[in-house]
């Protein structure tokens, strides 16, 4: 499966439901939440409202990553509140077992994010915890960023990692700078999941859109 999960990030701020409800109409498979605290990353976004207001809008499952310098006391609550997927970033937590082991006790997939310059070596241990693993292809912190092209060759070795640790049900999803220039070789180097929030906005016909990053 190839699924698509559009980033509110880059959506109207002020029409945020109305965004929401247009971007799962035109075929969206997941909505991605970025919530940022202003000391993880050097932006900040919303809380956890946020779930709240995207479960009233749309039906589809909603994949909250979470940019917070403490997961620990973040995930469960957004957990709590409904996201399908709830994403804490590795390089956040000494106490990922536990952070993780939160989220899988509400009910929700755990997932982790891991950031451009982070071995991807350092994923092994927590692989049994994980059912979601975010590949950022920018620095967090915005929308509208370049990719970094090594995203594709590190997506390709974590997709070979799953499968020598036989873990391959764990989803891989590419987050940041995607659009159609980068989308067919970021499937072929194993991806599951792309987030995509300037491209995707920024075109007018979002439904067409969708289909072209599914099918690149
Ligand atoms: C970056 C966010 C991404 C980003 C996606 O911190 O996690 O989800 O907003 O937006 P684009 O596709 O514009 O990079
Ligand atoms: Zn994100």
Known sequence: MRFI???ILAADPGRLSNEAEAIASAGADWLHLDVMDGHFVPN???GPW????AKKAVNIPLDAHLM??????????FAQKGAHYVSVHLEATVHLHKVLSSIRDLGVKSGV???PATPIGNLVPALPWLDLIIVMGVNPGFAGQPFIPETVSR?????????????KEILIEVDGGVTDQNAKALWDAGADALVSGSFLFKSSDKAATIKDLRKA
């Open 68 to 77: 917070v310098s403490d997961p620990l006391f973040w995930a469960p609550i």
């Open 155 to 167: 997506v390709k070795e974590l997709k070979g990692l799953l499968e020598d640790k036989g873990a």
């Open 113 to 115: 994010a891991i950031n």
């Open 50 to 53: 946020i779930v709240e207001l």
């Open 44 to 46: 900040i976004t919303y």
């Open 5 to 7: 999960s559009p980033s």
